[in-house]
């Protein structure tokens, strides 16, 4: 059972990484190439553009994730050792602390101190129990910063490939357009999906998700446009 929670608990992190980095790539490079599509008015400039977008968002995203999960971790463990050094220095009064926990979950006075006297009759399980119920983090739980952050990284490389792919085939009015539609129907599957783990009706989830690109989109283009024209002029 507990290989089970933690398998879906990985796959779970790894689904949400993977959302969060294509729908961030998808819906930065797309703002970024409507934006630039209302300015320059050859593919090949839209494209190269976008790729250098895409490139930088892709590193960006993987090293903030690298950088922040890192962070995490060191503040776990940091505060992992400041309990292990109470319990060492102040048992008792860690124990009366363990007593008023359980006191407050509608344990009585008795039944506190026997849960409590059965608790820090382990270490381990003393500075457990200290770290998820008077700090609220996860003790045994540590993300791994450098899987992490190449998810993140590739997903949103991916996410950021799909604006601009169609630069490379059309000129700027229908690569555009297909740029849009297919962004569009990216970010819907990924409502989808994540409505799948969230327990969300999906149709409203990927709705939500899509109108989001399609504003964008449409926004950034008109942006671009008067830009352009206050360049040209």
């Not at 994540?194 to 939500?208: C, E, M």
Request: net charge positive.
């Amino acid at each position: 059972m507990q290989t089970q929670h933690g398998e879906a608990h990985r796959l779970g992190s790894a689904v949400r990484e993977i959302v969060f980095g294509v729908h961030d790539g998808v819906l930065t490079v797309l703002g970024f190439v409507s934006g630039v599509a209302g300015i320059f008015a050859d593919s090949r400039t839209i494209f190269f553009t976008g790729l250098a977008g895409m490139i930088a968002e892709g590193i960006s995203m993987g090293v903030g994730e690298y950088q922040s999960i890192t962070a995490q971790n060191e503040i776990i463990e940091h505060q992992r050792r400041i309990e292990e050094d109470e319990i060492r220095k102040m048992p008792k009064l860690e124990l009366e602390e363990v007593c008023t926990i359980y006191c407050k979950k509608g344990f009585s006075k008795a039944e506190a101190r026997k849960i409590a006297l059965r608790i820090t009759a382990n270490k381990k399980q003393w500075v457990d129990t200290m770290m998820t119920e008077e700090l609220g983090f996860p003790p045994n739980h540590r993300e791994s910063p450098l899987r992490n952050g190449v998810i993140i990284g590739l997903a949103s490389f991916i996410g950021g490939f799909i604006p601009i792919a169609s630069y490379l085939f059309f000129a700027k009015g229908p690569a555009f357009l297909a740029s849009v539609v297919l962004s569009a129907f990216v970010v819907f599957f990924l409502g989808v999906l994540k409505a799948r783990y969230t327990g969300k009706p999906w149709l409203s989830a990927g709705i939500k998700l899509m109108v989001v690109a399609l504003l964008t989109a449409v926004v950034t283009f008109y942006i671009g446009e008067f830009l352009g024209r206050m360049y040209a002029s």
